[in-house]
Each structure stands twice: as structure tokens, then as C-alpha cells.
């Protein structure tokens, strides 16, 4: 099929290109949407499929994990395979195991499904990223990443509100399968135009140019060795949730485990490169400084961020007794001011660098230690009204992180390793994220149960499990103002 960029008249070939990023933001919106969505869908699968605490944190951090594990090969396939073709197959199996997903009859099949779920959406989503390399270089770059954080920030406001609408119009069973079978009529929409408009071949890695890596080379050994390291991580917080002894019958000699793991992994690493074959984590990107601290930053950050909005509906819905809607309404500043921020944030980034990151990372410390004291300390009222003007500026400095972070991250990686490169930075941020998700959430169900539930007993939990996000941001925070020093912002 002839390529539909490089088939376009001289005078369109700008016009053709933002056609194509129209296809890519699309699919991305609907895995994003599908992250945020679902939190507020949970209680409702709680109650409708009489999911444990270990099924909630499964259906979301597996997906989370799957998604992480599967973008490193991912995106090492679009480079050297196609990336639409990578892409196409992401989106249709996405659009399945969302179908899958909706018509779930028990907890155990949605986690499971959910697994299958992150799978095609880690084949998809390196394609986005390399895709947006691919198309645009400079000042369009930055753009490109602009308007695709505002696409992350549409779909982190739209989807909690939406899922809350569903959960409430529809009624609890009904609604919260509509929230994965509506992927099904978006899929169908951009799978045509995935493949009349997206490139057909990878810039760079076509027609054996130099510099082009014809070797399907993966690393199965490092990919099984991330794996069980992150499980390793992962599962003493998951299983605490529902142990009788709570945190102390979790086995926690599994970190030991996870050392041991990590040791044998930087020695596989080392001998793959010694002799020339691929590896999850190339020696020419784990030398890039740039690239390690960016890709850092990113991991520790999504470690605090990605919990946030999952305690912040359990507090709501099963603290304070409110609606779904009223828990996705009370997170929609977060989310809008986020869109805007992001939107703004690919200008800003190319005048200011790194700065950009760290003064949004300072923002959202101080407006998450707002939210910790209002949970603490303020009448139950002035909380429940109050966290929604503090996500404000949290939100604010949410888009000022993620896409400003990911174009100076991949600023310094050759297109040939685009595809690579974006699967790495995005595996380490959805593993830090499913590694964050599995702590804070443990430890809000852990201290719900210790404490008797009740409405003070959520706010402490929202307290405590906020405060642990604070630490993993200023952890964030100390990374990216080592990088501006470094960059000299």
C-alpha cells in the first residue's frame, strides 16, 4: 500500500502529518480514558462481582503491569517490523478484551482480562510516542507533545465523570461494563484510519538505510527478569489486603527476592551488549544522562501519581457515601487544569527546559500537603469541598510534569531508537506506577480495616496514604532539579 504521507502533494505534506498525529492522540485517548474511567467504576465492581481488596488492586495494577512489561518489545517491533502495523495490532486487540472485559461474569475473569488488556495496550502505545517522533521534528515536536499531554488531561478529566454518569444512569452492573465496552465504538473509528493515514514505513529503518537494525533481537531473559522483579515488589502489598494479619502476614521476604533479581539482571544486561545482542536496557541509553535521570523522574513520579485518583474515589464514594458522579465531579480540576497545563507545556518547555518540570513538581507537593491536612485535620464538609480546589493546582502542575518530562527525555535519542526508547521510558513509568498503586493502596484498605471504616477512619486512610504520595513526589523533585543543574536551567 503506498505510503499516505510520502503520497501526499508537496503542498500538503504539513496538513498530512497532523492527520496522522488526529489518529495516534485518538488511540491514546482511549487506553488513557480507560485508566481513569475505571476508578471510579470500582466500587461497583466490588459490590457487583464481589471482588476482594487483592481483585481491585489486580484489575487495575495488573493492567498497569502488563501494559509496562509489553512496551520495551513493543516498541522494538514498530522500529524494525512497521509501526503502524504494530500500532493496528494494539488497537484491534484492545478493542476485544475491552468487549471481553465488559461482559466479564466474575473477578478472577476481569483481572485476568484486564491483563490481556494492557498487553494490547503496551503493543499500541510505543507506536504513539515513536509515531510523534517520527512525524515532527523542533518546535512541532514540542507541540506535538503539547497537545499530547492535553489529550492525557482530556481523558484523565472526561473519564472520571463520564464513568461516574454511567455508574449512576446506567445502574452499578450495567454501568460499570459500560465502561469498557465504550472503547469498542472508538476502536472502530480509528482502525480505518489508522490504516489509510499512519505511515507505512518507519523513517529511518526502511529499505536498509544506515544505522537500520534488521535483527528482531529481544531480550526475553531481561523482559522475564523486569517481570519478576516487579511481582516480587508488587505482591507482598497486594496480598497484605486481604491477609488476616493485615501488613504483617504479607511475606515481605519477596524484596530479598527482588535484590537478588535486580543483581542478575544488571549482569544479564551487561553480558547481552558485551556480545552485540539486544537488551531491555540498551548500554547506549543507560549511558544517555539525560535519558536515565528523565526516565527516573518519570518512574518515581507515576509511583505517587497513579494511585491518587483510586483512594480519592474510595474515600468518596464508600467514606462520605456520595454518588459516582459526585466522586468523578470532585476530580475534574485535577483533570482540566492538567489539560491546560499540558497544552501550554510544549511552548514553555522549549523557552524554559527542565525548570518547567521541577516548578510543577514543587506545585503538586504543596497542593498534595494540602490535601493531606484538610483529610487529617478539617471538619468532614470543608474536606469534601476543599480537596477539589486543591487538585486545582495539583492538576496544574500534573501537565507540567508528564509531556514537558517525556520531550526532554527522548530530546537526545536518534530515531532510530525512538521506538526503543519511548518503550523503556513508558515500561519504567508504568511499573513505578503499578509498584505506587500496589503500596498506597494496601496501605489505605490496610488502615480502613485496622480502624473500622466509618467516615474518619477513609479520611486517615486518604491522609496517610497522600502523605506516602508526597514522599515519592519530592523524590521526583530532588531527580529533576539534579537534571536542570546538570543542563545548566
Same mark, same amino acid.
Given at each position: 500500500?503506498?505510503?499516505?504521507?510520502?503520497?501526499?502533494?508537496?503542498?500538503?505534506?504539513?496538513?498530512?502529518?497532523?492527520?496522522?498525529?488526529?489518529?495516534?492522540?485518538?488511540?491514546?485517548?482511549?487506553?488513557?480514558?480507560?485508566?481513569?474511567?475505571?476508578?471510579?467504576?470500582?466500587?461497583?465492581?466490588?459490590?457487583?462481582?464481589?471482588?476482594?481488596?487483592? =481483585? @481491585?488492586?489486580?484489575?487495575?495494577?495488573?493492567?498497569?503491569?502488563?501494559?509496562?512489561?509489553?512496551?520495551? &518489545?513493543?516498541?522494538?517491533?514498530?522500529?524494525?517490523?512497521?509501526?503502524?502495523?504494530?500500532?493496528?495490532?494494539?488497537?484491534?486487540?484492545?478493542?476485544?478484551?475491552?468487549?471481553?472485559?465488559?461482559?466479564?461474569?466474575?473477578?478472577?475473569?476481569?483481572?485476568?482480562?484486564?491483563?490481556?488488556?494492557?498487553?494490547?495496550?503496551?503493543?499500541?502505545? &510505543?507506536?504513539?510516542?515513536?509515531?510523534?517522533?517520527?512525524?515532527?521534528?523542533?518546535?512541532?515536536?514540542?507541540?506535538?507533545?503539547?497537545?499530547?499531554?492535553?489529550?492525557?488531561?482530556?481523558?484523565?478529566?472526561?473519564?472520571?465523570?463520564?464513568?461516574?454518569?454511567?455508574?449512576?444512569?446506567?445502574?452499578?452492573?450495567?454501568?460499570?461494563?459500560?465502561?469498557?465496552?465504550?472503547?469498542?465504538?472508538?476502536?472502530?473509528?480509528? @482502525?480505518?484510519?489508522?490504516?489509510?493515514?499512519?505511515?507505512?514505513?518507519?523513517?529511518?529503518?526502511?529499505?536498509?538505510?544506515?544505522?537500520?537494525?534488521?535483527?528482531?533481537?529481544?531480550?526475553?531473559?531481561?523482559?522475564?527478569?523486569?517481570?519478576?522483579?516487579?511481582?516480587?515488589?508488587?505482591?507482598?502489598?497486594?496480598?497484605?489486603?486481604?491477609?488476616?494479619?493485615?501488613?504483617?502476614?504479607? &511475606?515481605?521476604?519477596?524484596?530479598?527476592?527482588?535484590?537478588?533479581?535486580?543483581?542478575?539482571?544488571?549482569?544479564?544486561? %551487561?553480558?547481552?551488549?558485551? =556480545?552485540?545482542?539486544?537488551?531491555?536496557?540498551?548500554?547506549?541509553?543507560? =549511558?544517555?544522562?539525560?535519558?536515565?535521570?528523565?526516565?527516573?523522574?518519570?518512574?518515581?513520579?507515576?509511583?505517587?501519581?497513579?494511585?491518587?485518583?483510586?483512594?480519592?474515589?474510595?474515600?468518596?464514594?464508600?467514606?462520605?457515601?456520595?454518588?459516582?458522579?459526585?466522586?468523578?465531579?470532585?476530580?475534574?480540576?485535577?483533570?482540566?487544569?492538567?489539560?491546560?497545563?499540558?497544552?501550554?507545556?510544549?511552548?514553555?518547555?522549549?523557552?524554559?527546559?527542565? %525548570?518547567?518540570?521541577?516548578?510543577?513538581?514543587?506545585?503538586?507537593?504543596?497542593?498534595?500537603?494540602?490535601?493531606?491536612?484538610?483529610?487529617?485535620?478539617?471538619?468532614?464538609?470543608?474536606?469534601?469541598?476543599?480537596?477539589?480546589?486543591?487538585?486545582?493546582?495539583?492538576?496544574?502542575?500534573?501537565?507540567?510534569?508528564?509531556?514537558?518530562?517525556?520531550?526532554?527525555?527522548?530530546?537526545?535519542? &536518534?530515531?532510530?531508537?525512538?521506538?526503543?526508547?519511548?518503550?523503556?521510558?513508558?515500561?519504567?513509568?508504568?511499573?513505578?506506577?503499578?509498584?505506587?498503586?500496589?503500596?498506597?493502596?494496601?496501605?489505605?484498605?490496610?488502615?480502613?480495616?485496622?480502624?473500622?471504616?466509618?467516615?474518619?477512619?477513609?479520611?486517615?486512610?486518604?491522609?496517610?496514604?497522600?502523605?506516602?504520595?508526597?514522599?515519592?513526589?519530592?523524590?521526583?523533585?530532588?531527580?529533576?532539579?539534579?537534571?536542570? %543543574? %546538570?543542563?545548566?536551567?
Amino acid at each position: 500500500m503506498t505510503d499516505p504521507l510520502s503520497s501526499r502533494s508537496p503542498q500538503q505534506p504539513s496538513r498530512a502529518r497532523w492527520g496522522a498525529f488526529i489518529v495516534v492522540l485518538a488511540a491514546g485517548f482511549m487506553t488513557l480514558l480507560d485508566v481513569s474511567i475505571v476508578n471510579v467504576a470500582l466500587p461497583a465492581i466490588e459490590t457487583g462481582l464481589a471482588a476482594t481488596p487483592s =481483585h @481491585i488492586q489486580w484489575i487495575v495494577a495488573g493492567y498497569s503491569l502488563a501494559f509496562g512489561l509489553v512496551l520495551v &518489545p513493543a516498541g522494538r517491533l514498530g522500529d524494525i517490523v512497521g509501526r503502524r502495523r504494530m500500532f493496528l495490532i494494539g488497537v484491534i486487540g484492545f478493542v476485544l478484551s475491552s468487549a471481553v472485559a465488559g461482559f466479564s461474569t466474575s473477578a478472577d475473569m476481569l483481572a485476568v482480562t484486564r491483563l490481556v488488556q494492557g498487553v494490547f495496550a503496551g503493543i499500541m502505545n &510505543p507506536q504513539v510516542i515513536a509515531l510523534i517522533q517520527e512525524l515532527f521534528q523542533g518546535s512541532d515536536r514540542a507541540r506535538a507533545f503539547g497537545h499530547f499531554g492535553m489529550t492525557i488531561g482530556v481523558s484523565t478529566a472526561i473519564g472520571p465523570l463520564l464513568g461516574g454518569v454511567l455508574v449512576s444512569g446506567l445502574g452499578p452492573d450495567l454501568g460499570w461494563r459500560s465502561v469498557f465496552l465504550i472503547n469498542v465504538p472508538i476502536g472502530l473509528v480509528v @482502525i480505518p484510519l489508522a490504516w489509510k493515514w499512519l505511515p507505512s514505513r518507519t523513517v529511518g529503518l526502511a529499505d536498509g538505510e544506515e544505522g537500520a537494525d534488521t535483527s528482531v533481537g529481544i531480550d526475553m531473559g531481561g523482559l522475564v527478569l523486569i517481570g519478576g522483579i516487579v511481582l516480587a515488589i508488587m505482591w507482598p502489598f497486594v496480598t497484605a489486603s486481604s491477609s488476616a494479619k493485615g501488613l504483617a502476614g504479607a &511475606p515481605w521476604w519477596l524484596l530479598a527476592v527482588a535484590a537478588v533479581l535486580a543483581v542478575i539482571l544488571v549482569l544479564w544486561e %551487561r553480558w547481552r551488549d558485551s =556480545h552485540g545482542k539486544s537488551a531491555v536496557l540498551p548500554e547506549v541509553l543507560v =549511558h544517555n544522562t539525560g535519558f536515565v535521570l528523565g526516565a527516573s523522574l518519570g518512574a518515581v513520579y507515576f509511583a505517587g501519581f497513579t494511585g491518587i485518583f483510586i483512594v480519592l474515589t474510595l474515600y468518596y464514594q464508600q467514606g462520605l457515601g456520595a454518588p459516582a458522579w459526585v466522586a468523578g465531579l470532585a476530580q475534574m480540576p485535577f483533570a482540566l487544569a492538567s489539560a491546560v497545563s499540558a497544552a501550554k507545556s510544549g511552548r514553555r518547555v522549549t523557552l524554559h527546559g527542565r %525548570r518547567v518540570v521541577v516548578e510543577g513538581l514543587a506545585l503538586m507537593v504543596v497542593s498534595l500537603i494540602g490535601i493531606v491536612l484538610l483529610a487529617a485535620f478539617a471538619p468532614q464538609r470543608v474536606a469534601e469541598w476543599g480537596i477539589p480546589v486543591l487538585l486545582l493546582p495539583a492538576g496544574w502542575a500534573g501537565g507540567s510534569v508528564i509531556s514537558p518530562n517525556q520531550s526532554l527525555t527522548l530530546a537526545d535519542v &536518534p530515531n532510530q531508537q525512538a521506538g526503543t526508547a519511548s518503550g523503556l521510558l513508558q515500561t519504567l513509568q508504568r511499573l513505578g506506577g503499578s509498584v505506587g498503586l500496589a503500596l498506597l493502596t494496601t496501605v489505605f484498605f490496610s488502615h480502613v480495616a485496622t480502624s473500622g471504616g466509618g467516615s474518619a477512619g477513609y479520611a486517615q486512610a486518604l491522609a496517610i496514604s497522600m502523605m506516602l504520595t508526597v514522599v515519592m513526589i519530592v523524590s521526583a523533585l530532588v531527580i529533576g532539579i539534579i537534571d536542570s %543543574r %546538570r543542563r545548566g536551567a
